[in-house]
C-alpha cells in the first residue's frame, strides 16, 4: 500500500514536471499577446510596451517560467494577467461550481445506468435489453449541450421552475443545488448511456464465467447467483469508466457551462484561452492534469476494495 | 447469509447502501427544485452583457465590456456625451474656451464624493490627466491628452487646462470612458475594486458570472437614481441570452447577440424591442501596401462588387444600415457616402481588367470567429466570385490570432471586423494601423480636423474625409453594427442608440 502511494506521488510530481513544461512552451509558441489583446485595434507603441511591462511580458522567457514554477510549488499560483486577483482564489470559486456540477452528474448518471445495465444483461436479448440499449444509443448520440437547450426550453422558458442558467452561489445552498441540476442532468445523459453499456457488458461476461456455472450448479437461482457472484467482479470496469467520466466531467463540461451560464472551471479556461490569460491558463492546465492523476489513483484503491487480489499491489 | 437477505427485502440488485444513497440525494435534489423562483423587485435591474469585462478600470485597458459596465454608472467625466451623441456638463457645471482655443476652465461641481467618501476636488482631475498621460499610462485612449501642456488648479473647484495646439474634440473626448475622474487614493485599485463618483457602487464581482452595483447615497444627484440594486449578467451564448430574457432571469439585454432571434421578441408585448446603431462599423480591410490592392482600381472593384443589402440580411437578418465610409450615423458630421461606389458588378469586371486583372484574381479572408464576420465572409466570397475574385476564407481566433497576424504583423490580404470606438475616422492616417494606407492628401485632412474648434469649420471637414474614404476604399465599408436591444416592456430609461459603447442605467426605472 505504501509502495503504491509512493510510486503514485512520484508519477504525479513528474507528469505534473512534464506538463508545466509542455504548457509553457505551447503557449510560447500560440500567436497571441495578452498585452496586445487588452488594447485591441486601439493599440500604440508607447501604451503597449507600459502593459508588457505592468503584465511582466517584458523579461525572458526562462526566467517566467522559473518565477511561476517556483511560485506554484510553494503554492503561490500567481495573479490573473486579466482579472488582476489571485489565480488560486479564481479557480477554487470555480471548483466550487464545478466539483459540485460533476459528483451530481455522476451521481444521476450512476443512479441511471448501473441498474439499467444489470437489467439489461439479466435479460439478455429480450425486450427490456432491447429498451436500455436503445436508450443507450439515443444518449450517446444526443450531444450534452443540445440536450441542455432542449431543457431550459421545457424547465424553464415553457414550465418556468428553474432559471435559465447562472450560478447564485453556496450561501442559499437550496437555490445552488437548483441551478446545477438540469445541467447535471444534461452532463449526466450521456454519460450514463456509455455507463449503462459498460455495464451490461462487464455482467455478461461475468455470467459467462465458470465460477458463476458453479455458483448455478450447487443450487442458486440466477437472481442470487447475480446479485452475490456476478456484480461485484463486473464493477471494475464500471468504476473504471466512472473514473474516466470524472476527469471528464470536470475538464470537459465547458460547452454545458456556456449553455448555463456556469461561472465553472471550463469556462474560466475558455475565457482565459481567448484572453491569453497566461498565468491562468497554465495553472489551470496543470490543475487538470493533477486531477486526472490522482482520480486514476483513487481507482486504483476502488480496485483494490472490490478486488482483493489487487491489493498486494 | 444475512446479507443476502437483507439485499431481498430491497429488490433490487444492487448494494442497498448505494441505492439508499442515491435515492436520498436525488430526493434531496427534487425537494430544492420545487419552490419557484422569486420575482424580480421593482427597485432592482439584472442586465445582460455578452462579454465579462477583464477589469473595471476604463482608463487601463482597451475593452468594450469595461465601458459597458462601468461608464457613467460607477465613473464620471468632466464631461459626458448623452445618448445623442452631444456633450454636456457633468462633473464640470460649466467651462470656456479661450479665443485662440488653448485654454480650457472648467468650474467644477461641489458637494461631489468619491464612493469611499473622498471628496471631488480639482486636485483629482489633475491627478487622473496627469496618469493617463504619463510614461507608464496603459491608457488606451492616451493621445486624447496628448495637446496638454499643463494643467493648474487654482482653488478646489477650478480646473485650467492649457493645450499645446488647439484640439477640436478635446471636450468630446473628456466625455470618454478613458478620461472619467479617478482618485490618487483609490486609482490603483480600480482595476477590482473600482471607486468613481457615479451613480451606483461596486459591491462585488462572481467572475465568470456577474457584477453587483448597488446605489451610492451620497451621490451628487441622488434624487434622480431610481433604482437601488444592479446586477450584471454574463452570458455569451446567444441561445442562453434568450432563454434568460424569458425565463425573466434578466430584464435586459441591451445588445442581443442573435439577430435572427430578435424577431421573435418585437411582436412580445411583454417586450421592448429597439434595433439602434453602435459605433461599429463592419469593414472587411484591405492590405493597402500588398499588391493588388495597392491600386485603388482593384479596390474600388471589390467595392462595386459588394451588395451591402445582401450581407446586411443574410449576416444581421436585415439589421443594420449601409455605410459607405468609416463613420458612425448616431454621429451629427455623418453623410450618407453608401451610394459612391454601389453594387455594380459590370463595373467591377471593367475596373478588374484596366487594372490588368481582367481574367480573375484571387486573395485570402482572414475571418475572426464572430457571427457577423463569418457569415459576412461567406457572402463576400460568393458575392465577389462572381466578379471573377476568388476568395479563400482564413479562420482567425479573434482576438489573440487576429491581433497578431493581421493587426501586428499586417500578415493579410483582406480581413473583417467591426471598429467600435467612437469617431475613429483618424485611423486610417495612422502610422503603422493594419490598413498600412498612406495617403497625404487624408492625413492632412485629419490633422487640420483635429486643429479646428469651430464645429461647423470641423463637421465640414469630416464630411469631406467620408467622401474621400468612400472614393479610396482603403477598406469595404459594409454596415454600421446595430444594437438590438430587448427588454421588459416596463422598463424606462434605457439607451436606444449607444454614441458611446456603455449601458447607462442611471435614469432607468419601472413603470407600471
Do not use: C
Amino acid at each position: 500500500m505504501i509502495f503504491l502511494l509512493l510510486r503514485r506521488f512520484t508519477a504525479l510530481a513528474i507528469t505534473l514536471l512534464l506538463a508545466s513544461i509542455a504548457i509553457f512552451l505551447v503557449l510560447e509558441i500560440l500567436p497571441g499577446d495578452p498585452a496586445a489583446i487588452m488594447l485591441g485595434t486601439e493599440a500604440r507603441e508607447d501604451t503597449l510596451a507600459a502593459l508588457r511591462r505592468e503584465m511582466g511580458l517584458d523579461r525572458p522567457a526562462y526566467e517566467r517560467y522559473l518565477n511561476w514554477l517556483g511560485g506554484a510549488l510553494s503554492g503561490n499560483l500567481g495573479l490573473s494577467m486579466t482579472y488582476k486577483v489571485p489565480v488560486a482564489e479564481l479557480v477554487a470559486d470555480r471548483l466550487a461550481v464545478t466539483f459540485p456540477l460533476a459528483f451530481l452528474a455522476i451521481l444521476i448518471s450512476t443512479a441511471m445506468a448501473v441498474p439499467l445495465g444489470v437489467i439489461a444483461a439479466a435479460n439478455h436479448e429480450r425486450p427490456a435489453d432491447h429498451g436500455v440499449m436503445l436508450f443507450s444509443q439515443i444518449g450517446v448520440a444526443i450531444p450534452n449541450f443540445w440536450f441542455g437547450l432542449l431543457l431550459i426550453l421545457f424547465f424553464s422558458s415553457y414550465l418556468g421552475w428553474f432559471s435559465a442558467g447562472g450560478f447564485p452561489g453556496w450561501d442559499d445552498p437550496v437555490a445552488a443545488l437548483k441551478a446545477l441540476l438540469l445541467p447535471a442532468v444534461a452532463l449526466a445523459l450521456p454519460q450514463a448511456a456509455i455507463l449503462a453499456r459498460v455495464t451490461r457488458s462487464s455482467v455478461l461476461e461475468v455470467l459467462g464465467e465458470d465460477f458463476v456455472r458453479t455458483a448455478r450448479a450447487k443450487g442458486l437461482t440466477r437472481r442470487v447467483a447475480l446479485r452475490r457472484h456476478v456484480l461485484r467482479n463486473a464493477l471494475i470496469p464500471v468504476v473504471t469508466v466512472m473514473g474516466m467520466q470524472f476527469s471528464f466531467l470536470v475538464a470537459g463540461a465547458i460547452l454545458v457551462e456556456n449553455v448555463f451560464t456556469l461561472p465553472g472551471l471550463g469556462r474560466l479556461l475558455f475565457q482565459a484561452m481567448s484572453q491569453r490569460d497566461l498565468v491562468v491558463i497554465k495553472d489551470v492546465v496543470l490543475l487538470f492534469a493533477a486531477l486526472v492523476i490522482v482520480v486514476n489513483f483513487l481507482v486504483d484503491l476502488a480496485y483494490a476494495w472490490l478486488d482483493p487480489r489487487l491489493r498486494q499491489g | 447469509m444475512g446479507q443476502v437477505k437483507r439485499v431481498k427485502k430491497q429488490g433490487v440488485v444492487m448494494k442497498p447502501s448505494m441505492t439508499l444513497l442515491s435515492a436520498t440525494a436525488l430526493a434531496a435534489v427534487l425537494a430544492a427544485v420545487l419552490p419557484l423562483q422569486a420575482q424580480a423587485q421593482e427597485d432592482e435591474l439584472v442586465l445582460g452583457m455578452p462579454i465579462e469585462p477583464p477589469n473595471l478600470d476604463p482608463t487601463s485597458a482597451a475593452p468594450v465590456a469595461i465601458r459597458e459596465v462601468t461608464w457613467l454608472n460607477l465613473y464620471e467625466g468632466l464631461v459626458q456625451i448623452d445618448r445623442n451623441g452631444e456633450v454636456q456638463p457633468l462633473l464640470a457645471e460649466s467651462w470656456e474656451v479661450s479665443e485662440d482655443g488653448l485654454t480650457y476652465t472648467f468650474q467644477l461641481r461641489e458637494g461631489v464624493t468619491f464612493h469611499d467618501g473622498s471628496s471631488f476636488e480639482a486636485e483629482d482631475v489633475k491627478f487622473a490627466f496627469d496618469r493617463a498621460r504619463s510614461p507608464d499610462s496603459t491608457n488606451a485612449q492616451k493621445q486624447i491628452f496628448a495637446p496638454i501642456e499643463e494643467i493648474e488648479t487654482p482653488d478646489d473647484h477650478t480646473v485650467v487646462i492649457t493645450l499645446s495646439e488647439p484640439s477640436g474634440n478635446f471636450l468630446y473626448y473628456l466625455g470618454w470612458g478613458d478620461a472619467v475622474i479617478v482618485a490618487p487614493e483609490s486609482a490603483g485599485t480600480n482595476q477590482t475594486d473600482p471607486v468613481g463618483t457615479g451613480p451606483f457602487k461596486f459591491d462585488d464581482w462572481v467572475r465568470g458570472d456577474r457584477v453587483e452595483l448597488s446605489r451610492f447615497e451620497d451621490y451628487w444627484n441622488a434624487d434622480a437614481v431610481h433604482l437601488d440594486r444592479v446586477t450584471f449578467r454574463f452570458i455569451n451564448d446567444a441561445q442562453a441570452q434568450v432563454a434568460a430574457l424569458r425565463a425573466g432571469d434578466v430584464h435586459a439585454f441591451p445588445n442581443l447577440g442573435a439577430p435572427e432571434l430578435f424577431a421573435e421578441f418585437s411582436g412580445d408585448e411583454r417586450f421592448t424591442a429597439v434595433a439602434g446603431n453602435t459605433e461599429g462599423e463592419i469593414v472587411a480591410g484591405l492590405n493597402n501596401q500588398r499588391s493588388p490592392f495597392d491600386d485603388v482600381r482593384v479596390r474600388q472593384a471589390l467595392m462595386h462588387g459588394i451588395d451591402r443589402s445582401v450581407l446586411i440580411e443574410g449576416a444581421y437578418a436585415g439589421f443594420g444600415q449601409p455605410i459607405g465610409s468609416h463613420f458612425s450615423p448616431n454621429h451629427p458630421a455623418y453623410v450618407d457616402t453608401s451610394g459612391v461606389l454601389p453594387y455594380d458588378p459590370v463595373r467591377a469586371r471593367e475596373l478588374l481588367a484596366e487594372a490588368g486583372h481582367g481574367d480573375g484574381l484571387s486573395l485570402t479572408l482572414k475571418t475572426p470567429q464572430m457571427a457577423y464576420a463569418s457569415r459576412s465572409s461567406e457572402l463576400i466570397a460568393a458575392l465577389l466570385a462572381d466578379i471573377g475574385v476568388q476568395v479563400e476564407i482564413r479562420p482567425t481566433e479573434f482576438p489573440a490570432q487576429w491581433i497578431e497576424e493581421v493587426f501586428s504583423n499586417k500578415d493579410y490580404d483582406m480581413t473583417i471586423v467591426a471598429h467600435t470606438e467612437p469617431l475613429d475616422i483618424d485611423i486610417y492616417q495612422r502610422d503603422g494601423y493594419y490598413f498600412q494606407y498612406e495617403n497625404p492628401e487624408f492625413k492632412a485632412l485629419i490633422e487640420e480636423i483635429s486643429v479646428t474648434p469651430d464645429e461647423a469649420e470641423r463637421f465640414e471637414l469630416y464630411a469631406q474625409a467620408q467622401q474621400t474614404l468612400a472614393e479610396d476604399v482603403p477598406a469595404l465599408f459594409l454596415f454600421q453594427l446595430p444594437k438590438l436591444g430587448v427588454w421588459d416592456a416596463r422598463l424606462e430609461g434605457l439607451w436606444e442608440s449607444t454614441p458611446m459603447p456603455s449601458n447607462v442605467v442611471r435614469d432607468v426605472r419601472w413603470v407600471e
